[in-house]
C-alpha cells in the first residue's frame, strides 16, 4: 500500500472508529474508546484465533491477553499477546491506548511497519515485538 493511500484509509479507519465512538450515548451502553481500539486491534489479524473470545460477551479487562488499571478500571494498561499464533500487521490504533504501560506481541507472525503511531504511547515500559517479521522503529 503506498504512502497516501495508507493515509487515506488511516484517516478513514480512524473516523469510523470517531463516528462509532460518538454514537455511543453513555446511557444506553458500557462501550469505552478502549474496547473500541482492541476490537480494531483484533480486526488487523488474518484470523481471530486466541482472540475469538474478544466480543462484546464479556467485558474487555477480562479477555484473554488483556489486563485494565486498578485506579482507572476502564482504561487497558497491559497487552501481552505474546506466543498467541496471531498473523498480520499492526494497527496504528494500538498508540491510542495511553494508559498502555506493557504491550508484548512476541513470538507471532506479524509483517509490515511498526506504526509510528506507537511512538504516542508515554506510560509504555515494556515493548517486546521480538520475533516477528516487523520493520521500523518508535521515535518518542
Known sequence: MTMPTRAIALFCFSLLLFC???????????????????????????????????????HYCSWPGVVCSRRHPERVTSL?????????????????LSFLKILDLRDNNLVGQIPPELGRLSRLQ????STNSLQGGILH
Open 126 to 129: 515494556v515493548l517486546n515485538l
Open 20 to 58: 462509532s465512538y460518538a454514537l455511543v450515548s453513555p446511557g444506553s451502553s458500557n462501550v469505552t474508546a478502549d474496547e473500541l481500539m482492541l476490537l480494531s486491534f483484533k480486526s488487523m489479524f488474518a484470523s481471530a484465533g486466541s482472540l475469538a473470545s474478544w466480543n462484546s460477551s464479556s
Open 80 to 96: 501481552r499477546l505474546g506466543s498467541s499464533n496471531q498473523s498480520g500487521r499492526l494497527s496504528p490504533i494500538l498508540g491510542n
